[in-house]
């Protein structure tokens, strides 16, 4: 992955939409749909150095509309967590062998963490595997839809796990202001972090990384089939 100077130079355009509605739901499945089926791109190829190969979870990039706007569910872990405590994260966890699939996983972690029902997730695509920060875990992106209007407050959440849940429109992630470079994980690589909302909260790490991937397949217009590559980071 190469650092981008800009933004722009790896995000191209604004909002790919601004209903969460049918037609708006296929525009992003169709382009992340046509972005997958050209392969794992350089940036998105890592190395596991370990003996034993990583274990396999999976986490939820869950989108949602929220006052009428497409927006993307977090949470804000427990600050009493042995790792990873008071960060932005998205739900998600550990595979187990009940679960049946990775992106059961992600059902299951959606469901325990922010109490989701099952039934109402449509899930519209996925992004490769990024590792975890320490490589001990493969961590497979799914993204989906909630198919009814969420409320994050009145969400029964895992109170022993997740601090809050919340949510940020889709259009807060191309606003200049909301977002700066920072290094990831003491390599040459920046990429965006985000500021949350009022709390302070900054998106940042793996979160931030695969938010960014997200972001970048879907608001690519030659990702809608044209058999034309999106552009490298």
Known sequence: MHQASRWEDTVPGGPPISKLDGPGIALLQRRLDNAA???????????????KPPAEAAVYLLLCSVNGKPSVLFEERHNK??????????????????????????IREAVEELGIVSGDIQTIGYLPPVPSKDHR??????????????????????????????????????????????????????????????????IWGLTAFILHEFLRRVSDPRNDGNGSSAPKL
């Open 37 to 51: 089926n050209q392969g794992t791109p350089t940036h998105m190829q890592f190395k596991y150095p370990g003996k």
């Open 137 to 202: 875990l493969r961590v497979h992106p799914f993204v989906g839809v909630l198919r009814s209007t969420v409320d994050p407050r009145a969400l029964s959440i895992n109170r022993e796990e997740v601090h809050r849940a919340f949510a940020l429109p889709l259009d807060h992630f191309y606003d200049p202001r909301k977002r700066s470079l920072m290094r990831f994980r003491n390599s040459t690589i920046s990429i965006p972090a985000y500021e949350s909302d009022k709390s302070g909260l900054t």
């Open 81 to 106: 967590l042995s790792s990873h405590s008071g960060e932005a994260c998205f739900a998600g966890g550990k595979a187990d062998d009940m679960d049946g699939s990775l992106v059961g996983t992600a």
